[in-house]
């Protein structure tokens, strides 16, 4: 008994010096600290809002550059799930890049723009994680909010728009409210989608869950309850597809999304339209945002 | 000699309502402006640039203001006057805003511009009052850094708790508009409050005539 014990403390901590982190820049920008960590054979993007456990944004497996290494990064697939062809996608919070650059693959015809506020994040994306833009890969430096309203009065419209801007320990509380969805849905297709990256735990969740509803009427939600992440996949139209439907696109997709590290599968089990909050929960609004305080308060 | 207690305590109570009040606005104006020109740096360069120049102007004219024949009749004007301009805010904001943003790309000039129209005019009104608060306590030279003292330190108080009042809590329970009415009613009642005061002043400034 004891004699196991110590062998798993001397594995537990050859494992950690394993896993130790190194440091390969860092840098000040005017949002954030940001730091490039190269972490076993992942190379990661880390925004550095506390010192135990900071916050993640991207990370690049070196030995299999095209893996997507976080699950949620993968869940967003379901977005390609629901619908296979978009040839117009937004892209709100860039990050490593490497969401938009594993579509420019899968899609070789579809436009991909990302929306960044900050010009440090676009920099680092393209000197470590071999993000390319290119006629069809288009960032834009601006805030998401005022890129959608222009987006409006230029009358773009996207088919997949992906919701990527809140990094775990900050959310900018105006890209979370009812009038901002509904500018974001006023720029999506007639057949658009919308898959946001948001939170499964604390007192946010159920707020932010009658907002989304009460702007898109019934969506469906991927949990996963471990990482405190969930995905939120809304429609313009407000129908939602069988779940049939997703299963034979995710058949034919399989095969592709295999070398992201995407397992369809996985995703497919998670889809859920469930209604686990209150009927009257109250929602969020530009006029009440509080979401950084109620992402506090944990339930 | 001097003023009653009672008098001194409420124009201290006023200045620091004022205090409290100018950092509610202020901090409401990030959550007024974002959903128009965002989050950024600029946007909050923006609001306390207009915020600073507005309260320096608003120092300026109230102590001019005060020169001649200061009463609580004036005074009381003061607040009345922030709490009305505080109304475009409120009915207009929207509005001002949208059509700022359809005419200006650079969120920069458009957040300026934005906070300008939004808040300068109800921030001059609230710059006033402080010099003017001065001019009613002090009764002699030789305590009239005592008194103003005092009255920046009751008032910066009370701005540090709206501060942290409004940061912490109240955009937790209210919306931003409730919020806003709630300041607006503060003023009318504060203003209201201090005119009903005219006869005991103008008594004390008759005093203070006499005893000149």
Request: proline share 4%; net charge neutral.
């Amino acid at each position: 008994m004891r004699a196991s014990t110590w062998t798993s403390l001397l594995l537990l901590s050859l494992f950690n010096s394993l896993l130790v982190a190194k440091v390969v820049h860092t840098e000040k920008s005017l949002y954030r600290n940001i730091s490039i960590v190269k972490e076993a054979k992942n190379l990661c993007m880390v925004f550095e809002t506390r010192k135990e456990n900071p916050p993640y944004q991207t990370c690049r497996d070196e030995t299999q550059p095209k893996r997507l290494v976080f699950s949620y990064t993968q869940m967003i697939m379901s977005g390609l799930l629901y619908h296979p062809q978009p040839d117009n996608i937004l892209v709100i919070g860039l990050g490593g890049g490497t969401l938009p650059m594993a579509l420019s693959e899968l899609l070789p015809n579809a436009a991909i723009t990302s929306v960044e506020i900050d010009p440090a994040v676009i920099r680092l994306a393209k000197e470590y994680f071999a993000y390319k833009e290119s006629d069809r890969v288009i960032t834009a430096e601006k805030d998401a909010r005022l890129f959608v309203k222009r987006a409006a009065i230029k009358k773009q419209s996207f088919d997949w728009i992906i919701l990527d801007a809140y990094n775990g320990d900050y959310i900018p509380e105006h890209l979370m409210t009812q009038e901002f969805l509904q500018e974001v849905k006023a720029i999506l297709a007639p057949e658009g989608i919308v898959t946001a990256n948001t939170f499964s735990v604390s007192q946010l969740y159920a707020y932010e869950s009658a907002t989304y509803q009460s702007v898109f009427g019934d969506f469906y939600n991927l949990k996963q309850r471990s990482t405190g992440n969930r995905i939120v996949l809304a429609t313009a139209n407000g129908e939602l597809k069988s779940l049939e439907k997703i299963e034979q696109n995710a058949e034919q997709l399989a095969e592709r999304l295999r070398p992201y590290g995407v397992r369809t599968g996985r995703i497919l089990n998670r889809f859920s339209t469930d209604k686990d909050w209150p009927d009257d929960q109250r929602v969020l609004t530009d006029q009440f945002s509080p979401a950084n305080l109620l992402k506090f308060d944990r339930e | 000699m001097g003023h009653s207690l009672s008098f001194r305590l409420h124009v201290l109570f006023l200045a620091f309502c004022c205090g409290f009040s100018i950092m509610t606005v202020e901090l409401l104006g990030g959550k007024i402006m974002a959903p128009y020109f965002g989050g950024s740096i600029y946007v909050w360069g923006s609001i306390i640039t207009v915020f600073m120049l507005a309260l320096s102007i608003g120092y300026l004219l109230g102590g001019r203001w005060s020169i001649n024949r200061p009463n609580n009749f004036k005074y009381g004007f003061l607040f009345i006057l922030s709490a009305l301009l505080l109304l475009p805010m409120i009915f207009f904001g929207e509005a001002i805003m949208n059509l700022i943003f359809e005419h200006f790309e650079d969120p920069r000039y458009g957040s300026l511009l934005g906070a300008s129209g939004l808040f300068l005019l109800p921030t001059i009104a609230m710059g006033m009052i402080a010099p003017y608060s001065v001019r009613l306590l002090v009764l002699s030279t030789a305590h009239s850094g005592q008194t103003a003292g005092f009255l920046y330190f009751v008032s910066t108080i009370g701005s540090a708790l709206g501060t942290i009042m409004t940061s912490f809590f109240l955009v937790l329970y209210f919306e931003i508009n409730t919020i806003l009415w709630a300041v607006f009613a503060t003023f009318l009642i504060a203003g209201l409050s201090i005119s009903l005061r005219q006869s005991s002043l103008q008594n004390s400034m008759d005093k203070a005539e006499v005893e000149k």
